[in-house]
Nanobody, 115 residues
Framework: VQLQASGGGMVQAGGSLRLSCSAS????????MGWYRQAPGKQRELVAA????????DYGYDVKGRFTISRDNAKNTVNLQMSSLKPEDTAIYYC?????????WGQGTQVTVSS
């Protein structure tokens, strides 16, 4: 299974960015997809995740109301719309997909928010 992420980059505080992640390869049904992030010196944390069969997404506390995750089941893709970005959102963002009992991870994409 390969996870290909796109988007990210550098933006000023208050700006917006959009991340996309597509899953491909030999796989069965994807149960969930989402985004995690890791800032320097900090543990990896949940940003947003969604069950592909439906239901409300799950968001990390710090991004609620600012970030929105959406899914496209036909394309095995999730998108993360990030708005009102803050310098503390600066991190490497990782896409993740759960298939069966295995979590797969993308390479990560850098998001930098300047003040």
């Amino acid at each position: 299974v390969q996870l290909q992420a796109s988007g990210g980059g550098m933006v000023q505080a208050g700006g917006s960015l959009r991340l996309s992640c597509s899953a491909s390869g030999d796989m069965f049904i994807i149960q969930a997809m989402g985004w995690y992030r890791q800032a320097p010196g900090k543990q990896r944390e949940l940003v947003a995740a969604v069950i592909m069969s439906g239901g409300d997404p799950d968001y990390g506390y710090d991004v609620k109301g600012r970030f929105t995750i959406s899914r496209d089941n036909a394309k095995n893709t999730v998108n993360l719309q990030m708005s009102s970005l803050k310098p503390e959102d600066t991190a490497i963002y990782y896409c993740s997909a759960r298939i069966g009992v295995t979590d797969y991870w993308g390479q990560g994409t850098q998001v930098t928010v300047s003040s």
